[in-house]
C-alpha cells in the first residue's frame, strides 16, 4: 500500500463480509452477557434459601433486591463515558473482572446490611458491562448485521437467566446458597482473563482517538490478512470532539430529541418487562392458577423474548429500525388489551403471555440496537449505557408500581390495561427517535480528516 493511499476505518468496517473475526467477537459478547445474566437473577433463586436460612422476612430483603438494580443503573451511566475516554475492552474486562469478585465475596456476607451493599457494588460491574460489550461488538459487526450481531448478543441475558436456575435447583440444596454466588464470582474473574488475550479494542475507537496506531493495525489485519501496513494513512468519516465529555455532547444539538427519545423509551419499556417478571406469578394466582401452572406461564415470556430478541435485529437489519420498533411496540400493546379483556384456558394464557414477551422483551433490546446504530463512535458507549441507566430506573419503577397497585386490589384486566400508558408513551418515543434520526443523520457526517 502506497504511502498516499488513505484507509477509510469505518467504510472497511461496515463492509466486510461476516467472517471468523465477527464470530470471535459474537462469541465473546454472548459469553460475557451469559455471565451477566446469571449473576443479575441470582438473588431471585437464591432468595428463599436466605429467608429459611437466615429467618428473615420477604420484606427485609427487598433491601438487597433494590441495591443491585440501583447497582446497574450507576454502573452504566458511569461505565459509558469511561469507555468512551479509555477504551471499550478496558471497561469491559473491568467490570467483568470487578463483579465477579463483588459476586465471590457475597458469599460471605455475614448479615443483609453488608449482602445489600455487595449487590450494589456487584450491580455496579454488572451495569458496565453490558452496554459496552453491545457497542463494541456493534463496532465491529458490518452495516447489514449490526442490529442482528447486537439483539442475538442479548439473548445471552436471557441464557444465563435460565442457567441460574437449573444451576440453584441442584447445587442449592446440596452445597447452600452461598454456591450460586461463588460460582458467580469465578467464573467471570476466570472469564477476564480469556478476554485480555482474544478482545481487541475497537478498531472505530481507536481510529477516532487517533491513537494505538499499531493496535489499529493489527487488528485490522486480523480482520483481513496484509490489508494494512506501516506506510497506511488511516482516516474515518466520523469527527472528535477533542477534549469534550461524551455525556455533553449526546445531550447538545444535534442529538438531545434523539437522546431523550431513547431514554424515555427505554425507561418505559423497562418499566413493563420489569413489572411483568415481578409480579406476573402473583397476578395469575390471582386467577386460580397454580404456583406450578402461573411458574409455566411466566417461563413462556422469557421463551418468547429470547425468539423475539433474534428475530427483531433481524427485521431491524432489512426493514426501518423505526417501524420495526412502533411495529412491535404496537402488537404489545395489542396483546395487553386482549390479556386485560378476555378469559383463557391455561394453553390460550400461556400462547398470549408467549407473544406478549416477544414483544416487550425484544423491544427492550431494540432500543439498544437503536442506540449503538445511531450514536457515533467518540459519544457511542456513553449514549448506550446512559439509556439503559436511565432505563434501569425505569425497571425499579416497574417492581414497585406492581407492589403499589396490587396493594390496592386490582385485578388482573386493570393491571393489564395500567400496561397500555407505558407502551404508548414507548411507540411515541420511538416514532420520534426515529423520525428525529432521519432528520439529523446527514448533520453526523463530516468530511474525512487524518
Not at 452461598?178 to 475507537?205: N, R, T, W, Y
Not at 404456583?291 to 435485529?313: F, H, K, P, S
Request: aromatic share 12%.
Amino acid at each position: 500500500m502506497s504511502a498516499v493511499e488513505q484507509f477509510n476505518v469505518q467504510d472497511f468496517l461496515d463492509t466486510r463480509p461476516f467472517g471468523a473475526f465477527h464470530w470471535k467477537i459474537l462469541l465473546l459478547g454472548l459469553s460475557v452477557l451469559i455471565l451477566d445474566g446469571f449473576d443479575v437473577v441470582a438473588m431471585g433463586f437464591i432468595a428463599p434459601a436466605i429467608i429459611k436460612d437466615w429467618h428473615v422476612s420477604h420484606a427485609a430483603l427487598g433491601p438487597v433486591l433494590s441495591m443491585g438494580l440501583f447497582g446497574l443503573a450507576i454502573g452504566a451511566m458511569t461505565g459509558g463515558p469511561l469507555a468512551d475516554r479509555f477504551g471499550r475492552r478496558k471497561v469491559v474486562i473491568g467490570a467483568v473482572c470487578f463483579f465477579g469478585l463483588m459476586s465471590l465475596l457475597s458469599a460471605w456476607s455475614p448479615n443483609l446490611a453488608v449482602l445489600s451493599a455487595m449487590r450494589f457494588l456487584t450491580g455496579l460491574g454488572l451495569g458496565a458491562s453490558q452496554p459496552n460489550m453491545a457497542t463494541l461488538a456493534s463496532e465491529y459487526a458490518p452495516r447489514k448485521y449490526r442490529s442482528t450481531i447486537v439483539t442475538v448478543i442479548y439473548c445471552g441475558f436471557t441464557f444465563g437467566a435460565a442457567g441460574g436456575g437449573f444451576l440453584s435447583t441442584y447445587l442449592i440444596g446440596r452445597h447452600g446458597w452461598q454456591s450460586i454466588l461463588l460460582i458467580g464470582g469465578v467464573v467471570p474473574i476466570l472469564f477476564s482473563f480469556v478476554l485480555m488475550f482474544a478482545m481487541p479494542e475497537s478498531a472505530k475507537f481507536l481510529a477516532v482517538k487517533h491513537g494505538g496506531r499499531q493496535a489499529l493495525m493489527r487488528v485490522l489485519n486480523q480482520i483481513e490478512p496484509f490489508v494494512a501496513d506501516a506506510s497506511t494513512a488511516f482516516v474515518t468519516t466520523e469527527r472528535s470532539h477533542t477534549g469534550q465529555a461524551a455525556i455533553r455532547l449526546i445531550a447538545r444539538n444535534p442529538h438531545t430529541t434523539v437522546t431523550l427519545a431513547l431514554w424515555v423509551g427505554m425507561f418505559m419499556n423497562l418499566m413493563i418487562v420489569y413489572f411483568l417478571n415481578s409480579w406476573l406469578p402473583i397476578m395469575l394466582s390471582g386467577e386460580h392458577f397454580s404456583l406450578t401452572e402461573a411458574a409455566l406461564v411466566a417461563a413462556m415470556m422469557q421463551v418468547g423474548g429470547t425468539l423475539g430478541n433474534i428475530a427483531i435485529g433481524w427485521k431491524m437489519d432489512r426493514i426501518k429500525a423505526q417501524k420495526v420498533m412502533v411495529g412491535t411496540l404496537l402488537g404489545a400493546g395489542v396483546f395487553t388489551v386482549i390479556l386485560a379483556k378476555m378469559s383463557f384456558t391455561l394453553a390460550g394464557l400461556t400462547a398470549m403471555v408467549f407473544l406478549l414477551g416477544y414483544c416487550t422483551n425484544s423491544s427492550t433490546t431494540g432500543w439498544t440496537a437503536m442506540a449503538a446504530s445511531y450514536y457515533p463512535t467518540e459519544m457511542r458507549a456513553t449514549g448506550t449505557s446512559w439509556m439503559t441507566g436511565i432505563g434501569r430506573f425505569g425497571a425499579i419503577s416497574g417492581a414497585y408500581a406492581g407492589a403499589i397497585l396490587l396493594n390496592l386490589k386490582w385485578d388482573f384486566g386493570q393491571l393489564f390495561m395500567f400496561l397500555t400508558i407505558p407502551i404508548g408513551i414507548a411507540i411515541v418515543a420511538a416514532y420520534i427517535s426515529g423520525h428525529r434520526n432521519d432528520t439529523m443523520m446527514p448533520m453526523l457526517r463530516n468530511a474525512p480528516s487524518q
